[in-house]
């Protein structure tokens, strides 16, 4: 298996796989190709996000989107894992473990202070990855 950076030639296998993360929200995919998808290509480009893909065979089979943002109270920046997807026939060989793997590393070498993530559906994966429980997570929404 392969993990490398995200370009903007993977926008049509990422928005598959998008779609075995969402729950809430819905993907517009004129938005994605418009906006979100060349925003967050960009932002990993300038060093705020960590936005890696998992091949195997040549094919994607994952994809992990972590933020980078400074903070005053840890002094440093802190990054935050907000999506994560693998093919649904394809889990339980390691992709989501090696996709967490490769962000720590990217961590480690952006003396980030720390890694989080929020999650309901997935603490027990993140677990065996050397997360702990810390903070619940709460959202207002807009709409
Ligand atoms: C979570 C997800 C990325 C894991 O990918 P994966 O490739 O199956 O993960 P791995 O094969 O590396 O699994 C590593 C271990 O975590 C366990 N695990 C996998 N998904 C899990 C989950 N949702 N909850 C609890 N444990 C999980 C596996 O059983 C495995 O355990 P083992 O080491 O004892 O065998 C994948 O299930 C997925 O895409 N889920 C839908 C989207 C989602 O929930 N994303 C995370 C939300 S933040």
Same mark, same amino acid.
């Given at each position: 298996m392969t993990i490398r950076d995200a370009t903007p030639s993977d926008a049509d296998d990422i928005y598959r796989l998008l779609g075995w993360f969402v729950t809430s929200c819905r993907p517009d995919r004129a938005v994605f190709d418009d906006v979100t998808f060349p925003r967050i290509v960009e932002a990993a480009a300038e060093g705020r996000? !960590?936005?890696? *893909?998992?091949e195997q065979d040549s094919r994607m089979v994952g994809y992990v989107l972590a933020l980078r943002m400074p903070t005053l109270f840890a002094g440093g920046t802190?990054? +935050?894992?907000? +999506?994560l997807a693998v093919d649904a026939p394809l889990r339980g060989r390691g992709t989501g473990s090696a996709l967490i793997r490769a962000v720590?590393?990217?961590?480690? !070498?952006?003396?980030?202070?720390?890694?989080? *993530?929020p999650t309901r559906r997935a603490a027990d994966f993140y677990? /065996?990855? /050397?997360?702990h429980e810390t903070a619940a997570y709460l959202k207002w929404s807009t709409s």
């Open positions: 996000a !960590e936005f890696l *893909v998992a802190i990054l +935050e894992l907000l +999506e720590q590393a990217r961590a480690l !070498e952006a003396k980030d202070v720390e890694v989080t *993530v677990r /065996g990855l /050397g997360f």
